[in-house]
């Protein structure tokens, strides 16, 4: 195959589409299918079972679809997925599952950047920002549009809110709600997303009933279970609003205040 460098190795079992592109010393092992136009750089390893879509950019040293660090992993069948149109960044690592049969999901748009690593059984969205040095350990979520600051740690079990912001060196131990900010260690909820808001286009509206149900959750004197009741019935009709009160209720870690 003409895309692929000659000091290249492919293990037989691997599928490469034709129109993907394997640098010098990259390594595609047992398992891995790779789709339409992406790119590996040089000296990237792809382990697998790894399915991965297309369009996706591999810079050198991404180490992607290796065992879980887990140490009760025992070479059980696990599987990485990973969407379309990714940049994983030099030293990038992301690991397949733990339990037998269970797959660590990337969606697609993502831009990872140096040192990012995704633990065992994560799920990860579309649009997504991993910073220089964002980490995730196993089981975490991650939704749409959030953003990872650099050198900051996600503990296992927590779930990053769809449009969130975590800043740079922040701790993260419980859940953090959409469209908020948090940040420092321990992490605190400073305050709305707006910038990132604005830009992905939510309306005045949006905006400012996002607004309000921030100041009940975090500015009131309400519970969170007194909050949310409160949110329901003021704002019955916001999809927002019911997005955010639907993660808040459904967290197990409890919320970052």
Not at 99 to 124: E, M, P, R, W
Not at 169 to 177: A, G, L, R, S
Not at 212 to 223: C, D, F, P, Q, T
């Amino acid at each position: 195959m003409s895309g692929i460098h000659p000091t290249a190795i492919i293990d037989p079992s691997a599928q490469v589409s034709p129109s993907t592109k394997v640098g010098p010393y990259s390594v595609v092992g047992a398992g891995v299918v790779l789709g339409e136009d992406c790119i590996l750089h040089n000296h990237v390893t792809i382990a697998g079972p790894t399915t991965i879509g297309v369009g996706n950019e591999f810079y050198p040293y991404s180490s992607i679809g290796h065992r879980s660090q887990d140490l009760k992993y025992k070479e059980e069948p696990t599987h990485l997925r990973i969407g379309d149109h990714n940049t994983f960044r030099e030293f990038v690592t992301v690991h397949r599952a733990t339990d037998q049969g269970g797959t660590t999901l990337i969606g697609s748009h993502g831009n990872f950047l140096s040192y990012a690593h995704i633990a065992h059984d994560c799920t990860v969205g579309d649009h997504v920002i991993f910073s220089n040095n964002g980490t995730l350990a196993g089981h975490v979520w991650v939704g749409d549009h959030a953003v990872i600051g650099g050198l900051s740690g996600v503990h296992q079990f927590c779930r990053i809110g769809a449009h969130a912001i975590i800043g740079g060196c922040t701790k993260i131990v419980q859940d953090v709600p959409p469209f908020m900010i948090a940040d420092g260690n321990p992490a605190e909820v400073r305050g709305i997303n707006m910038v990132g808001l604005e830009r992905r286009g939510f309306s005045p509206e949006t905006l400012r009933e996002i607004r309000e149900a921030y100041k009940v959750i975090y500015r009131s004197n309400l519970n969170t279970t007194q909050g949310l009741e409160s949110l329901r019935a003021n704002f019955p009709d916001s999809k927002s609003v019911a997005h955010l009160t639907d993660f808040i209720a459904s967290s197990e870690r409890g919320i970052v205040r």
